[in-house]
């Protein structure tokens, strides 16, 4: 089987960079073809950063595709939640400004005259892992991005589950305490109210997630604990995603995911204890595989899939 080849841009948008990437499509078959990244540009008023940001989409797009284009589509990926048939922003998660309502995907196409279309930068690192790295050939895959918060994807039956509004597989914010601790989402008890970054090291006594996972590699009982403790309500979420997808893979990226077995040792054991209706031996929990720029690359396979109707 041989099919045209397409090559595709990603942009992540990020609190700290804006990265790109551009993707080669044939067939079955994605590759990164190149990717670069610049400091995200905040204008001096905390009002004009957003429209400020959009025109750097804009302009980091046309430098990508001067580099490496020409492409057929742009997929936008934003950290929080969006309008999907609009292109515009509904909040935006760690980067200041009005961004309730404001067109970003329209004012992209038209800079570059190449359509293009946002996604949940979580969604987007899920469809990175699932196309091509760690998810590759499963059939319904679960993704935890695991850092500042706790994003999350479902995959269902080879396709990254979106929801009407691009805002499925929020695994991080289901309540698993009723009583637990306020969550930055507004409600009590989330997955993410216990093992965001800043949680974990209030539960390892830590400045940082590293230093908690160094002292918990030299024995510390106290790193040990807190990371024992994060890593089963991790377990308690995913074992509820096992329980109603039934996935044959769970991908874990994001800095936090580094501290390894520390975590991964107590999520299983957790997922061992709770899930009594299918075959966990069937359900393989691996560590992501694209590093830092699953989202650019998940985002680049998004605007793909969007712009060809899939
Ligand atoms: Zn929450």
Same mark, same amino acid.
């Given at each position: 089987m041989s099919g045209a080849t397409s090559r595709h841009l990603g942009l992540d948008l990020g609190g700290t960079n804006v990265k790109w990437t551009i993707v080669e499509h044939e067939g079955d078959a994605w590759q990164a073809v190149a990717r670069d990244q610049v400091p995200t540009r905040y204008a001096a008023e905390p009002e004009a950063v957003p429209a400020g940001i959009v025109a750097q989409l804009g302009e980091v797009a046309l430098t990508a595709i001067a580099d490496r284009g020409p492409v057929s589509s742009i997929g936008i990926g934003v950290p929080g939640l969006y309008d999907p048939v609009s292109g515009r922003t509904r909040f935006i998660v760690n980067v200041p400004g009005p961004w309730a309502g404001l067109p970003v995907a329209g004012p992209v196409a038209e800079a570059t005259g190449v359509p293009a279309f946002l996604i949940n930068d979580a969604r987007a690192f899920g469809l990175a892992e699932l196309r091509l790295g760690a998810g590759r050939g499963a059939r319904s895959m679960v993704g935890l991005t695991l850092g500042t918060g706790v994003g999350g994807v479902i995959a269902v $039956?080879?396709? #990254?589950?979106? %929801?009407?509004?691009?805002? =499925? &597989? @929020?695994?991080?914010?289901?309540? +698993?305490?009723?009583?637990?601790?306020?969550?930055?989402?507004?409600?009590?008890?989330?997955?993410?109210?216990?093992?965001?970054?800043?949680?974990?090291?209030?539960?390892?006594?830590?400045?940082?997630?590293?230093?908690?996972?160094?002292?918990?590699?030299?024995?510390?009982?106290?790193?040990?604990?807190?990371?024992?403790?994060?890593?089963?309500?991790?377990?308690?979420?995913?074992?509820?995603?096992?329980?109603?997808?039934?996935? $044959?893979?769970? #991908?874990?990226? %994001?800095?936090?995911?580094? =501290? &390894? @077995?520390?975590?991964?040792?107590? +999520?299983?054991?957790?997922?061992?204890?709770r899930v009594t209706t299918t075959s966990i031996e069937d359900v393989v929990l691996v560590a992501a595989e694209l590093g830092t720029w699953a989202g650019a690359t998940g985002a680049a396979v998004h605007g793909a899939e969007r712009a060809a109707g899939i």
């Open positions: $039956d080879g396709r #990254v589950h979106l %929801g009407h509004d691009g805002t =499925a &597989g @929020e695994i991080g914010h289901q309540t +698993i305490d009723p009583d637990g601790p306020w969550c930055n989402c507004g409600n009590r008890g989330c997955v993410e109210a216990f093992a965001r970054a800043d949680q974990i090291c209030a539960a390892c006594g830590t400045p940082s997630v590293e230093e908690a996972v160094r002292r918990a590699r030299e024995g510390e009982p106290r790193a040990l604990r807190g990371l024992r403790d994060v890593g089963r309500y991790l377990g308690i979420g995913i074992a509820n995603m096992i329980t109603v997808i039934s996935p $044959d893979r769970i #991908v874990l990226g %994001g800095g936090v995911a580094a =501290a &390894g @077995e520390l975590l991964f040792a107590p +999520i299983r054991e957790e997922i061992a204890r």
